[in-house]
C-alpha cells in the first residue's frame, strides 16, 4: 500500500538537461483512490505499454482524470485526496519513499484539458519553463535548440519560428495547446499524460494535435483520457474503459487493442458505451 508523501522540493542544481531517455512502460497496480470519505476508484490495474497510445474512455465522474492524475503524483495536491497501489515507471514504484517527487514530474509530464502557457512569458520563455522549474542547466545554444525542436515536435514551429518573443498568450487556442505540448517535452519526459486535450478546441485544431500525438508516440508513451469515441478510435493503440455506477467507485470494465473494443468488444456495457447507447 502506498500512501501520500509530503511535496518534495527540487534540488537547486540537478545537472545539465539528460539526452533523450528510452521508451517507457508504465503501469497503475492495484490503484484505489478517495477524496476524504468518497472512494473514487477500486484496485484499478492497467499496463500502458512503451511507445504506444493509451486511451482512458468512459463517462464522466468514473474516475479516469483521477488515474491519470495518479498516474505523475498530481492527486496528491488535493488536500484531502488519498490512495492505495503502485504507479510503475520501468518497473520502479514512483511513490516509493526513496523516489523525488521531481523525478516522477521530470519523467511523466502532463497536458491539461484548458490549454495553459504562461501568458506574460514568450513563446520562447513558455517552452523553457520546465528547465527553470526543475533546475536544470543549459546553454544559450542548448536553450536555442531544444526550442526548435520540441516547437517543431509540437506541430507549432512553422507557425511560430519568425515570432518566439510574442507572448504565449497571444496564439491561439489550438496554438496555445500545441505550446503546451512543447513545454511538456522540453524536459524530456519518459511518458506524456494528456487529460482531454482537445475538447476545447475546434476540429480543425484538433486534427492538428491528432497528428503530433500519432508523430509523438514514436519517442515517448502517452496516455490521453478522452470523452470522443471517434478520437480514441483514431489516435489510440488501445483503451481502457472506466466506468461507476449506482454511486461505487470507478472500475475498468474492459481494455485491450482499440480495434478490438470498437468492433468486437467482450462486455455489453463497453459496446453500449463506444456506440453511443450511454454516457
Known amino acids: 500500500m502506498t500512501s501520500l508523501m509530503p511535496a518534495q522540493t527540487a534540488p537547486a542544481d540537478p545537472g545539465p538537461a539528460p539526452s533523450s531517455p528510452a521508451l517507457a512502460e508504465i503501469e497503475g497496480r492495484e490503484i484505489s483512490a478517495w477524496f476524504g470519505d468518497r472512494k473514487v476508484l477500486d484496485r484499478v490495474s492497467l499496463v500502458m505499454p512503451a511507445g504506444g497510445v493509451t486511451a482512458l474512455i468512459g463517462p464522466s ?9 495518479i498516474l505523475n503524483r498530481m492527486h496528491e495536491l488535493v488536500p484531502s485526496a488519498a490512495l492505495a497501489g503502485e504507479v510503475l515507471l520501468d518497473g520502479e514504484d514512483i511513490y516509493d519513499p526513496g523516489k523525488r517527487l521531481i523525478d516522477a514530474r521530470r519523467s511523466i509530464g502532463m497536458v491539461f484539458q484548458k490549454p495553459n502557457p504562461f501568458p506574460a512569458m514568450s513563446i520562447r520563455e513558455n517552452v523553457l519553463a520546465g528547465l527553470k522549474l526543475t533546475g536544470t542547466r543549459a546553454s544559450r545554444s542548448e536553450k536555442d535548440d531544444l526550442v526548435e525542436s520540441c516547437l517543431v515536435k509540437g506541430g507549432l514551429w512553422n507557425e511560430v519560428k519568425d515570432r518566439l518573443d510574442a507572448p504565449g498568450g497571444g496564439l491561439s487556442g489550438g496554438q496555445q495547446q500545441r505550446l503546451c505540448i512543447a513545454r511538456s517535452l522540453a524536459i524530456k519526459p519518459r511518458v506524456l499524460l494528456m487529460d482531454e486535450p482537445c475538447s476545447a478546441l475546434d476540429p480543425t485544431s484538433t486534427r492538428v494535435i491528432e497528428e503530433t ?18 478520437q480514441a478510435a483514431r ?17 475498468i470494465v474492459e481494455h485491450g487493442e482499440t480495434q478490438a473494443m470498437f468492433g468486437s468488444p467482450r462486455d455489453q456495457r463497453t459496446s453500449d458505451y463506444v456506440n ?3 454516457g
Do not use: Y
Request: aromatic content about 8%.
Open 235 to 251: 489516435v489510440s493503440d488501445q483503451c481502457a474503459f472506466f466506468l461507476a455506477s449506482h454511486g461505487t467507485p470507478g472500475v
Open 61 to 69: 465522474g468514473c474516475g479516469k482524470s483521477t488515474f491519470l492524475r
Open 213 to 230: 500525438m500519432l508523430d509523438l508516440a514514436r519517442e515517448v508513451t502517452i496516455v490521453i483520457v478522452t470523452h470522443n469515441m471517434q
Open 276 to 278: 453511443g447507447r450511454f
